[in-house]
């Protein structure tokens, strides 16, 4: 069933990567002016609505299983697709209000957690973190090639096909991986609430440093998808041909490092070491691609992007470990909740940023610019500022505790905590209740 699993997510980011050029050509003819700061209230809707939905759609799996609500996540989620041609408007509206259903990952990650075991979770999660990145190894090559020589509509015609095709795999062929017996025995809103989740996590230490950790390490990140490849063009003058082949590079290796990589550092050095070593990979890159301004200095950051792509797995690794059977949904909601809120701030703090700073990414046009003859200094300062957060980060998560159990929690705290959000995993052998506080 992880084979099932694997393909839900290459189908549905794979129609999506193909969609990378004419997404910035309808969103030009759509907001002429301030079109990147458009994108950015546009994702963040989108994000917030991810974060409030998240915890609920998490909570609801664990009772009623994982199909139902994977096929409605994969539905809603690439229902904006044909929009795109018939109606940008509507398109951008859709995208904005899918948010409440974009939770495919937390879905997924919560199947994966109930077909495997807790040792091999690591690996699992690293190898559906590595399919997402083979979708964009080739998507986005693909649909400018056929944005060029045949037009939009092709490539949104061929896009939508594609997501057609992952609804039918999840209605027809997906099974169902949650039986009966080991589901959730009721459902509490406290669950479904992401701000109760946010105001109690802080009454267990762990839950509350790994989400921090997630928090500051994901919100540069976000920032830095809904705008990286317009920086990429407009700042470092890269050809079209040359995003393309840089996005597969990074693909390609994001996979090698999320299968074996991860699996190594997993065995050698420990869960906790390996989300370390992937937050020192980000900083780098981050750091890198805010004072970088020669090509190859952006391609030499690349690679350490593709190193950096192991924190994600390694964290929802780190936090199914401390769940039960029945919690995985939750715990793996609350996470993709955070994520969500990180993809509605971090496009808002770097349009933000940018316009602080001046940097003009709102031009579209098919050529790149001559290059400046004089360059400024620091060319991408968003990403020098997400570095800083990182580094907050990693001394944050310095303080995660290694094989943390609720059994060690012996206080009355904890016990009250546990019975309030997880009254029907409250055993003493379950730390998914004190991951739900």
């Given at each position: 069933m992880m084979t099932h699993a694997v393909i839900v997510i290459f189908l549905e980011f794979f129609a999506w990567g193909l969609l990378t050029t004419p997404m910035l050509t309808v969103l030009h003819e759509t907001f002429?002016?301030?079109?990147?700061?458009?994108?950015?209230?546009?994702?963040?809707?989108?994000?917030?609505?991810?974060?409030?939905?998240?915890?609920?759609?998490?909570?609801?799996?664990?009772?009623?299983?994982?199909?139902?609500?994977?096929?409605?996540?994969?539905?809603?989620?690439?229902?904006?697709?044909?929009?795109?041609?018939?109606?940008?408007?509507?398109?951008?509206?859709?995208i904005s209000v899918s948010g409440a259903f974009s939770v495919t990952f937390s879905v997924?990650?919560?199947?994966?957690?109930?077909?495997?075991?807790?040792?091999?979770?690591?690996?699992?999660?690293?190898?559906?973190?590595a399919t997402f990145a083979a979708s964009l190894v080739t998507s986005p090559a693909i649909g400018a090639f056929l944005s060029h020589r045949f037009g939009d509509s092709l490539v949104v015609l061929v896009a939508t096909v594609i997501a057609v095709l992952d609804i039918a795999f999840v209605f027809f062929l997906v099974p169902e991986s949650l039986p009966d017996k080991i589901r959730a025995s009721g459902f509490s809103w406290q669950q479904a609430d992401p701000f109760h989740s946010l105001r109690r996590v802080g009454?267990?230490?762990?839950?509350?440093?790994?989400?921090?950790t997630v928090f500051l390490s994901y919100l540069p990140e976000a920032g830095q998808y809904s705008s990286f490849f317009l920086y990429l063009k407009q700042v470092i003058h890269f050809t079209p041909a040359s995003i393309a082949a840089f996005i597969a590079m990074v693909g390609i290796l994001s996979i090698i490092a999320q299968t074996v990589l991860l699996s190594v550092l997993m065995r050698s050095i420990g869960n906790k070491k390996t989300v370390?070593?992937?937050?020192?990979?980000?900083?780098?890159?981050?750091?890198?691609?805010?004072?970088?301004?020669?090509?190859?200095?952006?391609?030499?950051?690349?690679?350490?992007?593709?190193?950096?792509?192991?924190?994600?797995?390694?964290?929802?690794?780190?936090?199914?470990?401390?769940?039960?059977?029945?919690?995985?949904?939750?715990?793996?909601?609350?996470?993709?909740?955070?994520?969500?809120?990180?993809?509605?701030?971090?496009?808002?703090?770097?349009?933000?940023?940018?316009?602080?700073?001046?940097?003009?990414?709102?031009?579209?046009?098919?050529?790149?610019q001559t290059p400046q003859t004089e360059t400024p200094l620091v060319p991408g300062p968003p990403f020098l500022i997400g570095a800083c957060l990182v580094l907050v980060a990693i001394f944050v998560a310095i303080f995660i505790p290694e094989n943390h159990k609720l059994s060690d929690?012996?206080?009355?705290?904890?016990?009250?905590?546990?019975?309030?959000?997880?009254?029907?995993?409250?055993?003493?052998?379950?730390?998914?209740?004190?991951?739900?506080?």
């Open positions: 002429q002016q301030h079109e990147f700061l458009m994108n950015g209230l546009i994702q963040g809707v989108k994000g917030f609505l991810s974060f409030l939905s998240a915890p609920l759609i998490g909570a609801l799996s664990d009772v009623w299983g994982r199909k139902s609500f994977l096929l409605m996540t994969v539905f809603f989620t690439c229902a904006p697709i044909p929009f795109m041609r018939l109606s940008p408007w509507w398109y951008f509206a859709l997924i990650f919560a199947y994966v957690a109930d077909i495997t075991e807790e040792h091999e979770r690591s690996t699992a999660y690293g190898l559906v973190s009454q267990n230490p762990t839950v509350l440093l790994i989400s921090v370390l070593l992937g937050l020192c990979f980000q900083i780098v890159q981050l750091t890198w691609y805010g004072v970088g301004s020669q090509h190859w200095m952006v391609w030499a950051a690349g690679t350490i992007v593709a190193l950096s792509s192991i924190t994600f797995p390694a964290v929802s690794a780190l936090v199914s470990y401390c769940a039960s059977a029945d919690q995985q949904g939750v715990v793996q909601g609350m996470i993709t909740g955070i994520r969500g809120l990180c993809n509605g701030l971090g496009p808002a703090l770097y349009g933000f940023i940018f316009f602080l700073f001046d940097v003009e990414l709102s031009d579209t046009d098919p050529e790149p929690d012996r206080s009355p705290k904890s016990t009250t905590v546990a019975t309030t959000l997880a009254p029907h995993a409250n055993r003493p052998d379950s730390y998914a209740s004190t991951c739900l506080s």
